[in-house]
């Protein structure tokens, strides 16, 4: 069973950048559609980035222009760039490669989550 590391979160400004990572241990996730989630609090758990194995990259309106998901050529790592971070993404940010079915942003994944990475955007 393939487990997620997020890692890369941290307190920034308004309008600074972060990167986020994605590391799979127990196999690759080159193969795998990789969905980046984040929960604030007091809000549901929201889908905000997805990548399939072809590359193919879909982003919630709130996150679109601002956040870029990618992976290594290796396939074991997926990454989010966030850009002009503001403070309405500050959430726990999670990564998902445990896909039940494909639908774009309306993706389900099974309930496959590890600790998350905190990104907290203030002055």
């Known amino acids: 069973q393939v487990q997620q590391v997020e890692s890369g979160g941290g307190l920034v400004q308004p309008g600074g950048s972060l990167r986020l990572t994605c590391a799979a241990s127990?196999?690759?996730?080159?193969?795998?559609?990789v969905g980046w989630f984040r929960k604030a609090a007091g809000k549901e758990r929201e889908l905000v980035a997805i990548?399939?194995?072809?590359?193919?990259?879909n982003y919630a309106d709130s996150v679109k222009g601002r956040f870029t998901v990618s992976r290594d050529n290796a396939g074991n790592t997926v990454y989010l760039q966030m850009n002009n971070l503001k403070p309405e993404d500050t959430a726990v940010y999670y990564c998902?490669?445990?896909?039940?079915?494909?639908?774009?942003?309306?993706?389900?994944?099974?309930?496959?989550w590890g600790q998350g990475t905190q990104v907290t955007v203030s002055s």
């Open positions: 127990g196999g690759g996730i080159s193969r795998n559609v």
């Open positions: 998902n490669a445990d896909l039940k079915f494909y639908s774009g942003l309306d993706s389900q994944f099974y309930d496959s």
């Open positions: 990548i399939t194995a072809a590359d193919v990259t």
